[in-house]
């Protein structure tokens, strides 16, 4: 039972326009959001967090919106550039009232998005 | 190093032999992760180590699987006996202390049992 979700296997967007990844949660004690994004051959590669306090965190072209009540989040990228194919992976923790093992990630399938020029 | 290194990057292992993947973390990164990845799925979680601690292990598929870090630095991920559904790519990640921010990734090592 997936309890991270990246329905769209993958998402074709052109140079320049917005890219909008979507990821849905199902365990309400995730309190600790991230995408990263990953290339061919290389471990993922960390862009941009959520606190489960927040709704919004931006970081450049980077925005990730939280809707806890939706248990949904989604991550902007705004201009899209070709640079930015690549497999992006949503993933979700439980930090609050943790043990031990609390900060390993729970991932989802990932997203494999391709800039058009 | 300024990264997460790991070792070997590639390894062919023939069914019920056993391998030994290696994780170098970043000087001074107190967390240790180690996930598996299989084809067109996501990094699943597999152990989790603070300094020479491995506070959770609840992600080992199995008894084959074993990881140590003896000094706090240097991880071991041991697979005994391999089998074929364990080909997968071993990711480990290091972070400077509990769930600071995202943590650090290696490049992985592609494991092939056949």
């Known amino acids: 039972d997936q309890q991270v979700k990246q329905n769209s296997p993958s998402l074709s967007v052109q140079e320049g326009r917005i890219s909008i990844l979507n990821c849905d949660y199902t365990?309400?004690?995730?309190?600790?959001f991230l995408w990263y994004k990953k290339y061919p051959a290389e471990g993922p590669t960390f862009l941009i967090s959520?606190?489960?306090?927040?709704d919004k965190n931006e970081d450049g072209r980077f925005t990730v919106f939280l809707n806890k009540s939706a248990k949904h989040l989604s991550l902007h990228i705004v201009p899209s550039q070709p640079g930015d194919s690549a497999v992006y992976f949503c993933?979700?923790?439980?930090?609050?009232?943790?043990?031990?093992?609390?900060?390993?990630?729970?991932f989802g399938k990932g997203t494999h998005l391709i800039i058009q020029p | 190093g300024a990264g997460v290194s790991q070792s070997p990057r590639y390894k062919v292992a023939k069914r019920g032999q056993d391998v030994a993947l290696r994780c170098d973390p970043i000087?001074?990164?107190?967390?240790l992760f180690w996930y598996q990845q299989a084809l067109g799925q996501g990094p699943e979680f597999l152990t989790y180590?603070?300094?020479?601690?491995?506070?959770?292990k609840s992600g080992l598929p199995s008894d084959r699987f074993f990881a140590e870090r003896p000094e706090g630095s240097v991880s071991t991920l041991k697979i005994q006996r391999t089998q074929q559904e364990d080909s997968a790519v071993y990711l480990c990640?290091?972070?400077?202390?509990?769930?600071?921010?995202?943590?650090?990734f290696g490049s992985g090592t592609r494991l092939t049992v056949v």
């Open positions: 990640a290091s972070s400077l202390d509990r769930g600071a921010g995202g943590y650090t």
């Open positions: 365990n309400s004690m995730f309190d600790y």
């Open positions: 959520i606190s489960s306090i927040k």
């Open positions: 993933a979700a923790s439980a930090r609050v009232g943790s043990g031990g093992g609390a900060d390993g990630l729970t």
């Open positions: 000087s001074g990164h107190v967390s």
């Open positions: 180590f603070q300094n020479e601690a491995q506070l959770d």
